[in-house]
């Protein structure tokens, strides 16, 4: 049970939209055609500004470029939103930002010193449909962005961040580790208010709509790698191992994790004491997330001539590499005593594929198919144990002394349903208790297991709590700080695209086209929902219909 702000779909860009110009109409000579497709669309044009250390190059050109992300006011990205991938973006590239900039003609990658420039270019976003959205933006220093795929698509340490961004509060909040910029609205097309109050806006038939000079400033560094991980179980020896998810047990889709629909945890006691707090925390499923990736995989994953490049052998600012667990400023919704804390951990439905044809990889988010996002939130411990999760134990700021080996989260039964077609829509959290037995054996009768009225005020006016069971099928795992970063199991670099023939004996590279594949990362590292332990409780308790198909 938590705050819509804080949930996410970490996958944040799956495809890369067309960028077109959409000024003018455009003649079709072919009848057959329907000229209305070609009407004038909306542009978000101005200047992109970036002020940082100067850029890296190498064979004559600029590294890199700046990613200037369109997305929907109504559903941002991570971590304050659900948005798996921008309605729009456009790249402005090194060579054209640093126009004047001397350039290294060496093979390797070349990065002066930190001397600080500030350069700016013009960039247009096109085409856009009518609607309010907001503008993220970040510099790819080391020219590694591949928005198709997990492993490359977000920010990574040395990076700069930004966007078109309220600049006043960014100020204000100067030094808050948990800071998210707020992002400035921008119009696109004539506002109006349908039959549902709901403001719509259209881009005029004729003319076209252009939301010109937006200012897009790239300037905050990045100094945290992506929170790279992998999930504890996703490698366990397997014999027969069928679920509703994958019925004939094939040992490559057996998850990681499982939580049947009806999981019931205790109550909270009300005597806290070190085996009443242990004993509440073992009524949890839970996942353990260990930071990089598995000692006999470290050679493929950083080796900079391969693929993946990942920053696990000497992130800063330790050098010594691990994941940063610090405070998000408050406590959960459920307790007053435990701190919330980065980073979140979640999990995502995937489209339900039980035979393995229509999503291979398990890559494919169920929202992609015109169905809900579904989304289950974790509680992330410190130190593994929710007696040292206070505000008291936890680090308040990303250091050194923040550095983990790995991290415990407790999987909370309870899932949050958005309509992926209407994200402004309230949400249904359902969940299928709401009564227990106290983790404190002392205690008699049944308890609430959590306070619904802080719940209630922890989500969206409007947000509907309904018991039920929760929705069947397997989920991939993220990781996020509050920059955005993130880092999601299951991922390209752990399995082999249809295309590139089936993995190898050893599934460490493709048969037809060799590349190395990272196991850790592959399509065993889910949690699965599976049916509920006691026979028909779902048929008395069913899934919600809100978590089963979107909203009219």
């Not at 962005?145 to 966007?163: I, M, S, T, V, Y």
């Not at 406590?331 to 339900?352: C, G, M, N, Q, R």
């Not at 594929?353 to 992609?368: A, R, T």
Request: hydrophobic letters at 40%; one cysteine or more.
């Amino acid at each position: 049970m938590t705050a819509v702000r804080t949930l996410f779909l970490p996958t944040l860009l799956l495809l890369a939209p067309q960028i077109l110009p959409a000024c003018d109409p455009v003649a079709v000579d072919d009848a057959r055609n329907d000229k209305r497709l070609f009407l004038p669309r909306g542009v978000i044009r101005g200047t992109v500004t970036y002020t940082g250390p100067r850029p890296c190059s190498r064979n004559g050109h600029i590294a890199g470029g700046a990613a200037i992300l369109v997305f929907d006011r109504r559903n941002p990205p991570p971590p304050v939103g659900f948005a798996q991938q921008p309605v729009n973006f456009v790249t402005v590239p090194g060579d054209v930002l640093f126009a004047n900039e001397p350039r290294s003609t060496g093979d390797s990658l070349f990065c002066p010193g930190d001397d600080v420039v500030s350069v700016s270019a013009p960039f247009t976003v096109s085409p856009l449909e009518g609607g309010a959205y907001v503008v993220l933006a970040f510099y790819d220093r080391a020219g590694r962005f591949l928005p198709g795929f997990k492993f490359r698509n977000l920010p990574e340490a040395g990076d700069l961040g930004g966007g078109f961004i309220d600049l006043l509060d960014a100020q204000k909040n100067a030094g808050n580790p948990s800071y998210t910029p707020a992002y400035l609205p921008i119009t696109v097309g004539v506002p109006s208010e349908d039959v549902d109050g709901r403001t719509t806006y259209t881009v005029p038939p004729q003319t076209g709509w252009v939301a010109d000079d937006i200012p897009v400033t790239i300037g905050q560094a990045i100094r945290t790698t992506r929170p790279y991980f992998h999930v504890e179980g996703w490698d366990r020896a397997v014999e027969s191992a069928s679920t509703a998810a994958n019925p004939k047990g094939t040992v490559d889709y057996v998850p990681a994790i499982t939580m049947t629909q009806d999981h019931k945890i205790l109550a909270p006691p009300r005597n806290a004491t070190p085996d009443t707090i242990l004993a509440y925390q073992k009524g949890f499923r839970a996942a353990k997330v260990v930071w990089g990736v598995p000692a006999a995989e470290v050679g493929e994953a950083t080796d900079p001539r391969k693929p993946y490049g990942l920053q696990i052998s000497a992130p800063p600012p330790s050098g010594s590499g691990g994941l940063f667990v610090w405070s998000r400023g408050g406590p959960i919704p459920e307790s007053a005593a435990t701190a919330a804390v980065w980073p979140l951990v979640a999990f995502s439905k995937l489209v339900d594929d039980p035979s393995h044809v229509l999503d291979p990889q398990s890559l494919v988010p169920q929202s992609s198919r015109d169905l809900p996002m579904v989304v289950i939130q974790a509680i992330t411990l410190n130190n593994d144990l929710l007696a040292q999760t206070s505000a008291s134990a936890v680090a308040a700021a990303p250091t050194a002394n923040a550095l983990r080996a790995g991290v415990t989260a407790l999987i909370r039964p309870a899932a949050l349903c958005v309509s992926s077609r209407r994200p402004d829509l309230p949400p249904t959290l359902v969940t299928p208790h709401t009564d227990g037995r106290s983790a404190d054996p002392s205690e008699a009768g049944d308890k609430k297991l959590f306070d619904l009225a802080a719940v209630q005020k922890a989500l969206p006016a409007g947000a509907v709590v309904k018991r039920g069971c929760l929705p069947l099928g397997r989920y991939a795992i993220s990781l996020v700080y509050p920059s955005g970063q993130a880092w999601t199991v299951p991922n390209e670099a752990g399995s082999c695209a249809p295309a590139e023939g089936a993995p190898t004996g050893d599934r460490t590279s493709c048969s037809v086209k060799s590349r190395p594949v990272l196991p850790s990362q592959g399509n065993r590292a889910v949690l699965e929902i599976v049916p509920p332990q006691t026979p028909g409780f779902c048929d008395d308790h069913p899934v919600p219909p809100e978590c089963l198909r979107n909203s009219p």
